[in-house]
């Protein structure tokens, strides 16, 4: 990727539309430009002021080479830096045919922009410093939004909140690591800004304020990443039934029928503010159905993955072997298990059992609804921290930014045993500067250069 190429891609999603939008970046976009956007008032577009709409003609070129016009629309004109990537761009709206935003796409390409690459707009924004690497995460989840909850955190990350925090931190260790570096040059004179005990105490304070980054985590991973959460349990207790009423829509087939469900089902949906990534799989119980019990495998595979396991009993009916061989099976999972007694319309004669067999127990009747609101409320105070405001504040929302949380916290502790137990203070400086190190990754100023292409290629082209 050359970062001094002009890039042209469709920016609304492929489709038959009312408009389409098509973008180009780079120093020439302006020129590219002219030879396909006209203005109707005849101005070449370098003359134009920028920040404005003009309507003009779009051309592209025939087979043989020739130039007409194919359509009409607006060109908006932007000017380095101040654009979403901080080069000049041009964005042009057409009519949003398949065939004719794709021939405006090549009328750009001939007239010299290169295709871009998915995600390469953020790409160079980040690049160009109009936003860090949590903000263009979070611009990311934003697409990739399916919850009401997941929005407003991805919305409010990216406005650069992570950043922030991260400046802040970084900014306190500089001070610390100037004064380290004023001891290690001069240790006979007092020239450093810091005793060693301020060091200490702008270290310990450090630590709080990153702890208290990494905390977030926990709550945005379970809005922004989802908890993937599997429902299990014996044929007919009213799996599918609970699937279907947390997506809120019919996805499984539900009948009285056993074994229906022989394939691991998968959804997207929220429970309050907790996102999960739902399971629904096969009834566990012995059978010599070939593709059952393939179903059951599959579906013993995802508990073993699963961080919520759902195991569902029925109410209506007393307990029998083949729950006391799942309430078994699940005594040691690594998953927050929470045992469901459905049906609860018709009774709750597995409540006993279940209390008896597990953490948390939860009564309600996947058929009406009635006492969800306390699966709910359980789900969210074990994976979403009640405290944390998803509009306000800054939420790591995911493992890589987390990952850097760790390392810099490493890094931190280290240095101030190395202050208190009164190592030398080279020591100190090193751990330091992986502190410094740590948070230039979490917030972007210091990642690699792989780290950046990894999480720009799930951005699709056009972004
Ligand atoms: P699965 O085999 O465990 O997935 O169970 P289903 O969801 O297919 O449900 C089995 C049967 O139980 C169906 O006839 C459902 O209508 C019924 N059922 C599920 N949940 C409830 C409930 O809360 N109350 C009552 N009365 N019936 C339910």
Redesign the pocket.
Known sequence: MILGDTIAAVSTARGKGGVALLRVSGDRAVEICERVFLPRNRKPLSDCPARTALYGSILAPDATGVWSEIDDGIATLFRAPASFTGEDTVEIACHGGILLTETVLAALIAAGARAAEAGEFTRRAFLNGKMGLSAAEALGNLLEAQTAEQLTLAHAGTDGRIEARCREIYDSLCAVLAAVYAKIDYPDEDLADMSREEMEAALSECVLRVEALRATYRTGHAIAEGIPTV?C????????????RILGRDA??????????RDVLCDTAALGRVTLRLY?TA?LHETSDVVEQIGIDRARDAMERAELILA?F???SEPDAEDEALAQALQNSNATVVAVV?????GTRSEDFCRAHFAHTVM?????G?GMERLQALVEERFASGELDTKNDAILTNARQKGAAEACLEALRNALNALRMGLPIELCCNDCESAMQAIGELDGRAVSEDIVSQIFSHFCVGK
């Open positions: 429902i349990g014996k044929p007919n207790v009213g799996k599918s039934s609970l699937y279907n499984a087939i539900v009948t009285d029928i056993k074994g229906t469900t629904d009834g569902v029925d109410g209506a459905n049906k609860s319309d018709l309600l009747s996947a058929g009406s009635e």
